[in-house]
């Protein structure tokens, strides 16, 4: 794993083996982060990592300047080496261990960009939970993008606030946007 872009382009970041994690893939990654590029300036973001795993979607935010990430799981493990890895590359990462979507309902910050990579096996209707709460509780800024990665084999385009998907390999990111008024 590699931060592809930013102050610590190039650097590799080798996550313990045994942590129960699927990290986005550097190809998936760089493509996400061409298109987020034509979305938003990086620096002083406010982001919002769910089902952070080993903090790849994290460090790669951090590392183009975005001023306040949370990176939010429920494994100790992945908590502990998001923290680690912060601290060695001096990142402003609040790494919180919690269960996502309890971590949602009880949440009251908004962020401009959410980005959630579920296990691939969680069921369709706890995909479109995360979805839901974010909007409902207001997670989102106004101006803000919410990215769901997940298997092709997961529907996300009948979902309120829909925006388009964009596949790379066996993994889909599905973007969520509110209505833009012309």
């Given at each position: 794993?590699?931060?592809?872009?930013?102050?610590?382009?190039?650097?590799?970041?080798?996550?313990?083996?045994?942590?129960?994690?699927?990290?986005?893939?550097?190809?998936?990654?760089?493509?996400?982060?061409?298109?987020?590029?034509?979305?938003?300036?990086?620096?002083?973001?406010?982001v919002l990592d769910l089902f952070a795993g080993t903090g790849n979607i994290s460090y790669e935010f951090a590392s183009r300047g975005s001023a306040s990430i949370?990176?939010?799981?429920?494994?100790?493990?992945?908590?502990?080496?998001?923290?680690?890895?912060?601290?060695?590359?001096?990142?402003?990462?609040?790494?919180?261990?919690?269960?996502?979507?309890?971590?949602?309902?009880?949440?009251?910050?908004?962020?401009?960009?959410?980005?959630?990579?579920?296990?691939?096996?969680?069921?369709?209707?706890?995909?479109?939970?995360?979805?839901?709460?974010?909007?409902?509780?207001?997670?989102?800024?106004?101006?803000?993008?919410?990215?769901?990665?997940?298997?092709?084999?997961?529907?996300?385009?009948?979902?309120?606030?829909?925006?388009?998907?964009?596949?790379?390999?066996?993994?889909?990111?599905?973007?969520?946007?509110?209505?833009?008024?012309?």
């Amino acid at each position: 794993m590699r931060i592809i872009s930013g102050k610590y382009k190039g650097r590799r970041i080798s996550p313990p083996k045994n942590l129960p994690v699927r990290p986005t893939t550097d190809m998936g990654k760089e493509s996400l982060f061409n298109i987020l590029n034509n979305h938003f300036d990086f620096s002083g973001l406010k982001v919002l990592d769910l089902f952070a795993g080993t903090g790849n979607i994290s460090y790669e935010f951090a590392s183009r300047g975005s001023a306040s990430i949370t990176s939010v799981d429920a494994d100790f493990g992945c908590i502990k080496f998001i923290k680690q890895t912060a601290a060695e590359f001096d990142f402003d990462i609040a790494a919180i261990k919690s269960d996502v979507f309890k971590f949602l309902e009880k949440h009251t910050a908004s962020y401009d960009l959410i980005f959630a990579d579920p296990p691939y096996g969680l069921d369709q209707a706890r995909f479109e939970k995360i979805v839901k709460t974010v909007f409902a509780q207001n997670l989102l800024d106004q101006d803000g993008m919410m990215i769901i990665e997940h298997s092709k084999h997961t529907a996300m385009e009948h979902i309120d606030h829909f925006s388009f998907q964009k596949n790379y390999g066996g993994s889909v990111f599905s973007f969520f946007e509110f209505e833009t008024k012309d």
